[in-house]
């Protein structure tokens, strides 16, 4: 048996894929392959693709109150906000994320002033990653993104969070496809083991210390005046 037990610990992958189900998506097949290596060490996973969903475009929690007739959202974000991993993975079209991953960020974004039980950002206290696939160059600039938008509205991002595999320029195999070299691509698979144990071991330090500790970052009490040791240029000596 492993030394290493994380049975405490809840991820949840969100698949931005264009194609919806039962369609094979290659971004679920490196998904599967981070999952695999967090169902062995006890995490829960749970993998939600979004293109499935009736996930309304906006910037609110719920849509339906902004002139929409429906709205998938309300019901997934409790979801996320239970999960202490997140992982945001995608294609690469155009160059840049789908319009799925953006849209799901739109609306994570959507919660970003809400707040925690301690005063803080709501996703304080989680940890959060991207996996990113394609057959176009283009990785880094997608996972910069998608891992500056998770750590603006307040996860905490591990070193080495970000995993993806492309295939040669231009039209191709893609991942999943027989001949492709994806699944024996020993960067990819370094990488995405390496990111699935940061987020663990990430994701385990932050429950184990009850979160971001709560000072100088607690909205509730800068509003009410307190500036946690920050002293306005004007009065500085």
């Not at 160059?137 to 603006?152: E, F, P, T």
């Not at 509205?153 to 295939?167: E, F, L, V």
Request: aromatic content about 10%; glycine content about 10%; some cysteine.
């Amino acid at each position: 048996m492993s030394e290493w037990d994380f049975s405490g610990l809840s991820a949840m992958f969100v698949n931005c894929t264009l194609k919806k189900s039962p369609e094979v998506s290659n971004t679920e097949g490196l998904i599967d392959a981070s999952a695999a290596i967090m169902l062995k060490h006890g995490v829960s996973v749970e993998v939600l693709r979004a293109v499935d969903h009736d996930i309304a475009t906006g910037v609110y929690p719920d849509m339906t109150e902004h002139g929409w007739e429906r709205d998938a959202w309300p019901d997934i974000y409790p979801q996320v906000l239970a999960s202490d991993i997140l992982v945001i993975a995608g294609p690469i079209w155009l160059g840049d994320n789908s319009s799925i991953t953006k849209k799901v960020i739109e609306r994570l974004y959507s919660l970003s002033g809400e707040l925690n039980d301690k005063g803080q950002y709501l996703f304080y206290g989680r940890t959060a990653g991207c996996i990113i696939t394609g057959n176009e160059d283009g990785i880094k600039h997608c996972a910069q993104n998608v891992l500056y938008s998770l750590q603006h509205i307040g996860y905490t991002i591990p070193p080495n969070a970000d995993a993806g595999w492309i295939g040669e320029a231009g039209p191709g195999p893609s991942y999943l496809d027989p001949g492709s070299g994806g699944p024996e691509n020993d960067f990819t698979n370094r990488n995405t083991t390496f990111m699935t144990w940061n987020l663990m071991h990430t994701a385990q330090m932050l429950k184990d210390a009850g979160g971001v500790p709560g000072h100088g970052n607690q909205r509730t009490a800068w509003d009410a005046g307190a500036r946690f040791d920050y002293e306005n240029p004007e009065y500085r000596s």
